[in-house]
């Protein structure tokens, strides 16, 4: 197992030792219900063959349909894949969704690839699929590297399979869709507003004066770049911020919107001329009141986790699995809160969900009825999250299992087990 997906793992073990999770409800919960390994030729545009390896993990799909993101990233593999829909699955539990758990991906550098290069290989990837998603089977969404056009393609890919009638009954079969193509407003957004509510909720139990607060971010991608958009109206100060260019820092602050024109233009962070450039370790010991990771998975591990400064008050995990077990651990001794990743970040399930019923149903919302909805799903998640940590007596991502743990339990005990 790769060191995330033993995290995964680990983590699982020790909230169902910690409720006490019927034996035969923890064998089927530890285990993907499926795993699909694709390897597919593209031809690129000189002409030449490149091979390709694709996955999808469907963890569990109990509380309905498998759902989860496709990235396209050089570290894709079948363990960080299995991580990933596992978390999926906590996910919908935790915010009380009927969805699955389900991720997938391609091994590959977008980077190395034309657009049109990017499109075959989508488009081979959706077709070698097949029957493996569909519209009431197993949804994708964007992830690391794809975004809404990627959605396109797949789903233009998928109906084309389709006889003529059915192609309009199809479309949810994919979430996070340009709005053209029966996208929802608000998903763009989706996972960064969660954050910020999550932060906004935390701040409230905490008596926590937002606009006087300091923050940094890891990533500035879609999630990281939201949620310090959405911070902004809060007067909450960006004085730090690191992607794959590098690390900038500024202790006036750093405007979210003229960062995200800048990446915009140049696909980085790096030479932001309103920032001075710093190192990865001098970025982590940054002195501010929140740490938002919204990179890639382990960030803060038994070394990391340390550098953290005294200041920080909470980590909000806009990443899937950003702190390992070391990190957890730590940022409990410093007396760190965590907004753990299978509650803080799942505004992006949560939207992509309210997309596929607009969808099923031939409805459009507007925004204000989006993020309405939205709200309400992440704060009564947060709620539950924080009461089972109190009756465990446990850290918040353990608590957070629990949520999702129970929900399920409950559920296979109403269902039975076939035959």
Not at 212 to 226: E, H, I, L, P, R
Not at 363 to 373: A, M, Q
């Amino acid at each position: 197992m790769s060191n995330v997906y033993q995290t995964v793992v680990r983590q699982f073990d020790r909230a169902a030792d910690r409720m006490g999770l019927d034996a035969s409800i923890r064998k089927i919960l530890a285990e993907p219900m499926n795993e699909v390994v694709i390897h597919f030729p593209v031809k690129m545009d000189d002409g030449r063959i490149e091979m390709f390896s694709g996955y999808r993990v469907q963890h569990n799909d109990v509380l309905g349909p498998f759902k989860g993101g496709l990235r396209f990233h050089p570290s894709v593999d079948i363990d960080e894949v299995r991580a990933l829909a596992t978390w999926m699955t906590w996910k919908s539990a935790i915010v009380d969704i009927p969805f699955g758990g389900a991720k997938g991906g391609i091994q590959c550098d977008p980077i190395l690839y034309s657009d049109q290069e990017l499109e075959h290989i989508t488009r081979r990837f959706a077709f070698s699929l097949g029957a493996n998603i569909g519209p009431e089977y197993d949804i994708p969404a964007p992830d690391v590297n794809t975004n809404a056009q990627t959605m396109a393609w797949i789903l233009d890919t998928y109906l084309s399979t389709l006889p003529p009638g059915e192609r309009h009954r199809s479309v949810h079969v994919v979430t996070g869709k340009p709005v053209e193509a029966g996208g929802s407003l608000g998903r763009d957004k989706a996972t960064g507003q969660g954050v910020v509510f999550c932060i906004e909720r935390w701040a409230q139990d905490r008596t926590v004066d937002l606009s006087k607060a300091t923050y940094f971010v890891q990533g500035f991608g879609n999630v990281g770049s939201w949620t310090a958009k959405l911070l902004k109206p809060f007067g909450a100060s960006l004085v730090a911020v690191e992607d794959h260019t590098g690390a900038i820092a500024n202790a006036d602050g750093i405007d979210p919107e003229e960062l995200a024109a800048y990446v915009e233009e140049t696909c980085g962070i790096a030479g932001f001329p309103k920032a001075a450039p710093i190192d990865h370790e001098s970025f982590l010991r940054t002195k501010a009141d929140m740490f938002i990771p919204a990179a890639l998975e382990n960030q803060l591990t038994a070394e990391t986790a340390p550098w953290l400064d005294a200041r920080v008050k909470v980590v909000a995990e806009g990443a899937n699995g950003p702190t390992d077990l070391d990190g957890d651990r730590i940022l409990g001794e410093k007396g760190i809160d965590l907004l753990p990743d299978i509650l803080c970040n799942a505004g992006g399930v949560v939207v992509s969900y309210f997309e596929w019923l607009q969808n099923k149903r031939s409805e459009f919302w507007d925004l204000e009825e989006v993020d309405g909805k939205l709200r309400k799903r992440i704060m009564g998640g947060y709620d539950r999250v924080r009461e089972a940590a109190d009756e465990y007596d446990v850290n918040w991502r353990t608590a957070a299992y629990i949520v999702a743990l129970k929900r399920l339990a409950r559920l296979y005990k109403r269902r039975g087990i076939f035959p």
